[in-house]
Every structure is written in structure tokens, then in C-alpha cells.
């Protein structure tokens, strides 16, 4: 699972299908990605001390992970991601449609890296 908080993904399935939103939180057990104005739900609350009149709260779910595809940075394609080492040893991820980097997954590693 390649995706993180902070990308850009589109939704591909389910009612907010076409939606391009960024990520907000990732939970790797379940699979699931919590998007930005994805997944709207109203949740009703009864009256507490931090809603003395109750009501309903809209908020967002999680949605699986195969339900939204990452949005590439450069060729704003969405698109698969892969991991490879990059020259300088360090692992990364890259489009897969363009094959650019976007962004390092762990620092580099001089046995990885190219000669
Ligand atoms: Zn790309």
C-alpha cells in the first residue's frame, strides 16, 4: 500500500465516484483511507455538553483503499504506484504511467545505490 496522507486521489467507485481529494488519514489495518469531503455521512448526536441542542453532524468515513486511485503529481494521470531505488540508494515511489518519482519511502542506502 503505496498511498499516504497528504496525496491527491480520485474516486473511482461508490457515490462521490470522480472526486479528486486529498488524503487525511490512512489506516493500514483496515485498508481504508479517510478523504476530504469523501464519504459524507450525518451522524446524529444527542444533547451533551459540547451540543446542548444534539443534532446532526456531518462528517466524513473512511473508504477501502481499492476505491480511490492515486493522483500523479506531474503527469496528473491517475494512476498505480510502484516502489524502486532510486541512483542515490534511497527507496521511492513512482507512477507508474510516467514513471516519475513521487517522493522517497526510506533514506538512501549505499548498498542500493547505482554505481
Ligand atoms: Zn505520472
Not at 22 to 50: F, M, P, T
Not at 55 to 64: H, I
Not at 96 to 106: D, F, L, N, Q, Y
Amino acid at each position: 500500500m503505496l498511498i499516504r496522507a497528504g496525496d491527491t486521489v480520485e474516486v473511482v467507485t461508490g457515490a462521490d465516484r470522480g472526486t479528486r481529494s486529498r488524503v487525511i488519514q490512512i489506516d493500514r489495518v483496515a485498508g481504508k483511507a479517510l478523504v476530504e469531503n469523501v464519504n459524507r455521512v450525518y451522524k446524529h448526536v444527542r444533547r451533551s455538553q459540547k451540543h446542548p441542542q444534539g443534532g446532526r453532524l456531518s462528517k466524513e468515513m473512511p473508504v477501502q483503499l481499492s476505491n480511490v486511485m492515486f493522483v500523479c503529481t506531474s503527469c496528473g494521470a491517475k494512476s498505480r504506484l510502484g516502489a524502486r531505488f532510486s541512483d542515490k540508494g534511497a527507496k521511492e515511489r513512482f507512477c507508474k504511467k510516467c514513471s516519475a518519482a513521487v517522493g522517497e519511502i526510506s533514506p538512501p542506502h549505499t548498498g542500493h545505490a547505482k554505481k
